[in-house]
């Protein structure tokens, strides 16, 4: 476990890098703390941004109501965003890119667990610290925000309430991407229960015919007591011994899914088979909890597992007898994992260790390490498969998502609450220029490659007045691993200190009818290598950079200084 101050260095370390590592990334300080976020439905699109739904949840201390809660995000396209928006920010302030909650939901218990179904975004199902679980039409519910008093203490009314546990459901919780939606969850009862609420999705206050249950009230009824409709699990899956902490529909499937729990196995279902596991992998992190799992969308034989231990592996259900692949980098449990929906072999990892890594399995690099005889190079100090590390929190990861809608972004949170905070929410972009292969990025990067090395604005190619595709002055950042492509100088301006903030402004210029005006640059400070970065992590090759930076700075003042017998 990494000591406060080794914490504390590697995210102000982190914190100099953004304008380089993302194209896209904001902060946003939470009152309370957010246990789940994801990501809703486009809203409104335009050239160079676009209007999306985040889903949010408030665990509050009892002061006031839990809350369920929609708000939009606005979201610059690739290349667009401001290199200020990148340097220029607050762990303490509100992100301008998020708007104000534009509907409230007072829920019932702390929100643990939302899952949207893909096939109707705006309905949402959560998990609270009770066997039940709820169903929410986010269009069709009343906004609770204005709700003062008396009528603030009772909960809003789920569209429908899924039963069948027999002790609290807190985390495990899958969502089908089928068309008929089916619902998962697992509890400390060590059951995974099934529902299929196909039925109820175009109308969801309407109980199923002979369910007895009484009839929902109206959205627009905030405050009343009257109960939502119920509906019965109609699978019961039995094979876990101790508490199910995650599960997982196989994508495009109604009947196959895949749990975890703490009595360390990982179990693949098919409901057709009945109810007794189609595969079991006792003991898949050792005698460890699994904490976590995602199944491929794009590799259906694949599943990512985590567990408390900070590791995460790699399964091929075609040969379970051993992982794929196993990593042992997160210091701490390993609290999420997911898929990219857009990349194949590529996943995202979150843990209380307050890192979000990304891996790559295919990547080019990941395939050099083997040996043209097939024999495994010496291991080095970073897995070759992790292409990108998130440092950005300063609290445990409690949830990601990728943006199905936006590749290579994301959205993270962290409970700060220990911290004597609410929580961290951060919405990223990874730079194109780190997962692009080498050759187009140095082909991008070599016409600009005088004005890299000098940082002299009239070492920038001209431009013909014909072309219409470019890339905007002020545009996100060369990541470290693109400087390091580009014999390791940074672009832009020279970090200035205002406060206790580090401003750096744009890194990469690009094509335009006429020269952006950009800040005279005095001395453009260095990257270090991927190498270096590698070697000594990213704290100390930042500090190594600084310090021979700084030395190449004072031999040149040095030698253009005249001598002393011409000064008089």
Not at 80 to 108: D, I, M, N, R, Y
Not at 323 to 345: C, D, I, L, N, Y
Not at 408 to 436: H, P
């Amino acid at each position: 476990m990494a000591s406060e101050v080794q914490t504390r260095e590697q995210y102000l370390a982190w914190k100099r890098l953004v304008p380089y590592l993302y194209d896209f990334f904001t902060n946003h300080n939470l009152t309370w703390p957010s246990l789940s976020c994801r990501w809703g439905p486009e809203v409104e699109s335009s050239g160079d941004r676009r209007k999306q739904r985040l889903y949010l949840s408030e665990q509050t201390d009892g002061s006031e109501p839990n809350k369920l809660l929609v708000v939009t995000a606005d979201i610059p396209r690739p290349r667009v965003a401001a290199a200020e928006t990148l340097a220029c920010w607050s762990e303490t302030g509100k992100s301008q890119f998020l708007s104000k909650p534009v509907k409230t939901l007072f829920h019932p218990g702390e929100v643990n667990k939302i899952k949207e179904l893909p096939a109707s975004q705006s309905v949402v199902v959560t998990h609270t610290d009770a066997p039940q679980l709820y169903v929410w039409d986010l269009e069709k519910q009343a906004d609770r925000a204005g709700d003062k008093g008396a009528s603030a203490r009772h909960a809003s009314v789920a569209d429908l309430v899924l039963e069948g546990h027999e002790d609290n459901a807190e985390f495990a919780l899958g969502v089908s991407s089928t068309q008929q939606p089916q619902v998962a969850s697992g509890g400390k009862d060590n059951l995974v229960l099934v529902w299929d609420i196909a039925s109820h999705v175009t109308s969801l206050a309407v109980p199923p015919a002979g369910a007895g249950a009484p009839a929902a009230v109206s959205p627009a009824s905030p405050g009343s007591r009257k109960r939502a409709p119920t509906l019965r699990a109609q699978q019961r899956l039995e094979g876990h011994s101790a508490t199910v902490e995650d599960v997982v529909f196989l994508p495009g499937s109604g009947e196959q899914l895949a749990s975890v729990g703490d009595d360390f196995a990982l179990l693949l279902w098919d409901t057709r088979a009945g109810k007794a596991p189609v595969l079991r992998i006792a003991s898949a992190h050792g005698a460890h909890d699994v904490h976590c799992v995602d199944w491929s969308q794009q590799r259906e034989d694949l599943l990512v597992t985590g567990a408390a231990d900070g590791s995460v592996k790699v399964w091929d259900r075609r040969s379970p007898a051993a992982a794929a692949f196993s990593f042992q980098h997160h210091t701490e449990a390993t609290m999420r994992v997911e898929w990219s929906p857009h990349k194949a072999g590529v996943f995202a990892s979150a843990g209380d260790d307050r890192l979000v890594c990304i891996w790559d399995l295919e990547a080019p690099r990941a395939a050099a390490e083997a040996g043209s005889d097939g024999s495994r190079k010496p291991r080095a100090p970073v897995p070759a498969q992790l292409m990108f590390q998130h440092a950005g929190h300063r609290a445990p990861l409690v949830d990601l998502q990728w943006n199905p809608s936006d590749p290579w972004s994301l959205m993270s949170v962290s409970d700060d609450a220990k911290e004597g905070g609410g929580g961290t929410l951060q919405l990223w972009r990874v730079s194109d220029l780190i997962y692009r292969p080498d050759d187009e990025v140095l082909a991008e990067l070599e016409q600009y490659r005088d004005y890299i090395v000098s940082g002299n604005q009239a070492k920038l190619p001209a431009q013909p007045s014909q072309q219409t595709t470019q890339r905007p002055a002020d545009s996100a950042g060369v990541s470290q691993q693109a400087q390091h492509r580009a014999n390791g100088s940074m672009l832009g301006q020279q970090p200035q200190r205002e406060g206790t903030t580090e401003v750096a402004t744009a890194a990469l210029v690009a094509p335009s009818q006429a020269a952006p005006v950009l800040p005279a640059v005095a001395s453009a400070p260095a990257l270090p290598p991927m190498e270096l970065v590698q070697q000594l992590g990213p704290e100390q090759a930042a500090n190594q950079a600084v310090q021979q930076q700084q030395q190449q700075q004072q031999q040149q003042q040095q030698q253009e200084q005249p001598p002393q017998d011409m000064q008089h």
